[in-house]
């Protein structure tokens, strides 16, 4: 972590005094930067909304964004690892979903957004 030095002058110290009591921490700023950055990349978007829509295994999520199941396998990992995804294995297939609802909501809103 940087421990960096503003180069101004306060302008509302009462304000900044206010506000800065309530900053989170800054590991905990850094790992928000880490879920935006994984949510940041297109396939990884496509993979979810797939997955917003139902529970699907590795080789339809395949088919269905014509990608290797090497490659979808490679960020369902990413998307795992981020806990945005959980993994249920049956028999030979293993089948992915949204973790919670927090993650539906999140990029429900994102959605939204971009739309207005």
Known sequence: MENRKSDCDAI????????????????????????????????????????????????????LLNMTKSAVSHQLKVLRAAKLVRAKKVGKNVYYALSDNHVKTVFEKALEHICE
Not at 23 to 47: A, C, H, W
Not at 53 to 62: I, P, Q, R, T, Y
């Open 12 to 63: 509302n110290i009462d304000l900044i005094n206010k506000i800065k009591p309530n900053m989170p921490d800054m590991n905990l700023l850094y790992e928000l930067s880490d879920f935006f950055k994984v949510m940041g990349d297109s396939t990884r978007i496509q993979l979810l909304w797939a997955l917003e829509e139902s529970e699907m295994c590795v080789g339809d999520l395949a088919v």
